[in-house]
């Protein structure tokens, strides 16, 4: 019976964030077999759409998809050096099979919106055990400027949902270590890296900033244990529950790279073969431009200014584009975390400050999920905005290097590091949540004085 009302009120709330969905793309619902939310011609969304009408072309007439006569005839192109992951591949297949190229791309983003907002909620409900706040928090990350705009330039494959999902899976897993977990987990994380490996390789870059996180909580009481035999004890068991949380990651990865095991055995054979010189390896994706790194990198005001199609604000915001305090433009620069969001989350790090600071009046603050959740976020939004940041801030008598160098020495087929973005706006997210909460808290707390 419970098990009904949790569905239930999950649909419910399925239905209300699917009814923002057409009210942020109208009039898209009217234009389902005709238009799509995009410019089109200025954006990639073309070059998708003309890829799904390939696909469905291909399979309808029983054609070989990687051979594309109709590009560069009459030689045409082998489409088998692009890094595609099957699963993906043949979910996309079936649904431009079944409901036409135009056609699955509009349903794809009115449901993957409206599931960005749900899981955001139980994500941030999960936390603040508060239904108004956590609506709220929904709301705020999947209709954000960052969502929109890259739904416009990119089509749905960069909506947050799988991102999330997987967030908040890896939450659970951390705290309860169970099988159901651990598949929701592996789940996610599959669903997000073969629709997207960007944001396959950002939750990744996020789980080892949960494992640092965690490895740092409380380091001083930490070094205090174990000056006493009980406190040795107790740092042994949690050493134990955090070696099987680490097994249950393990897990989870092993699972997701056993399943594309065939599709990243090629993208690996491409990328490291000797076969394939390095232009080669440029022409197919595989390596970026150094360059690319600083074009299509965060700045500060990525994140403060408005977007720049706002109705107020947007023309401000242009003027900014290429400074160095913005960055280059809007396709990847549109960051804009909210203002209400960024006050609502300071009323969060000031409640958290004060509870830390008054353990008289909080004897078990310390100890508590509120205390660690509020702390990992505000970690979580800080190490997502400097990994965001270009490789180098170039100070003329030294530079400044950010995470990103690093990072394209390993992983050289990434560019865009200004997409760790949605990890500071979802984290930012949870955190206006906290505020809300602590805030309807205390307007309530007023209410029934008076």
């Given at each position: 019976m419970q098990r009904y009302k949790n569905l239930k009120s999950f649909g419910a709330l399925f239905l209300i964030y699917l009814g923002f969905s057409i009210l942020f793309t109208y009039p898209l619902i009217f234009k389902m077999n005709s238009g799509v939310y995009s410019a089109f011609y200025n954006t990639d969304v073309r070059g998708t759409i003309w890829s799904l009408w390939w696909l469905r072309y291909s399979a309808i007439h029983h054609i070989d998809y990687n051979n594309c006569y109709f590009l560069a005839a009459p030689f045409g192109v082998n489409f088998s050096f692009l890094p595609i992951l099957d699963i993906s591949f043949l979910i996309s297949k079936i649904m431009v099979v079944l409901t036409g190229f135009i056609l699955s791309v509009n349903i794809s983003t009115l449901i993957v919106f409206a599931l960005t907002g749900c899981f955001s909620y139980l994500l941030c409900y999960d936390l603040t055990k508060n239904r108004e706040a956590s609506f709220i928090c929904g709301f705020i990350f999947a209709f954000c400027p960052y969502h929109l705009n890259k739904v416009m330039e990119f089509t749905y494959v960069f909506l947050g949902a799988g991102v999330v999902l997987y967030i908040w899976a890896l939450i659970k897993l951390k705290e309860t270590s169970s099988f159901k977990m651990m598949f929701l987990a592996a789940f996610a994380y599959i669903f997000t890296l073969t629709f997207n490996p960007y944001y396959g390789f950002l939750s990744f870059i996020f789980t080892l900033g949960l494992f640092i996180f965690c490895l740092?909580?409380?380091?001083?009481?930490?070094?205090?244990?174990?000056?006493?035999?009980?406190?040795?004890?107790?740092?042994f068991k949690n050493a134990l529950v955090s070696l099987s949380f680490i097994r249950n990651v393990a897990i989870l990865f092993f699972i997701t790279i056993l399943i594309n095991a065939p599709s990243l055995w090629n993208i690996a054979k491409r990328l490291f073969s000797s076969h394939y010189n390095l232009a080669e390896k440029v022409s197919m994706g595989y390596v970026r431009s150094f360059?690319?790194?600083?074009?299509?990198?965060?700045?500060?005001?990525?994140?403060?200014?408005?977007?720049?199609?706002?109705?107020?604000?947007?023309?401000?915001?242009?003027?900014?584009?290429?400074?160095?305090?913005?960055?280059?433009?809007?396709?990847?620069?549109?960051?804009?975390?909210?203002?209400?969001?960024?006050?609502?989350?300071?009323?969060?790090?000031?409640r958290w400050r004060f509870k830390r600071a008054h353990s008289e009046l909080f004897p078990d603050y310390q100890s508590s999920r509120e205390n660690f959740f509020i702390g990992f976020f505000i970690f979580s939004a800080c190490f997502a905005f400097i990994c965001s940041m270009p490789p180098y801030f170039d100070l003329l008598f030294f530079k400044i290097f950010f995470p990103s160098y690093y990072i394209y020495k390993v992983l050289p087929m990434f560019r865009a590091y200004a997409r760790f973005g949605i990890l500071v706006i979802l984290s930012v997210s949870v955190l206006a949540g906290f505020g809300l909460k602590f805030l309807l808290e205390r307007v309530k707390n007023n209410a029934c004085k008076r």
């Open positions: 740092c909580y409380q380091f001083k009481n930490k070094l205090h244990d174990l000056s006493n035999a009980s406190g040795r004890k107790k740092l360059e690319y790194l600083f074009a299509q990198s965060a700045r500060p005001l990525s994140y403060l200014l408005p977007a720049s199609t706002h109705p107020i604000f947007g023309e401000f915001t242009k003027k900014m584009f290429g400074s160095v305090f913005y960055g280059r433009g809007s396709i990847e620069q549109t960051l804009f975390l909210g203002w209400v969001p960024l006050f609502l989350s300071y009323l969060a790090f000031r």
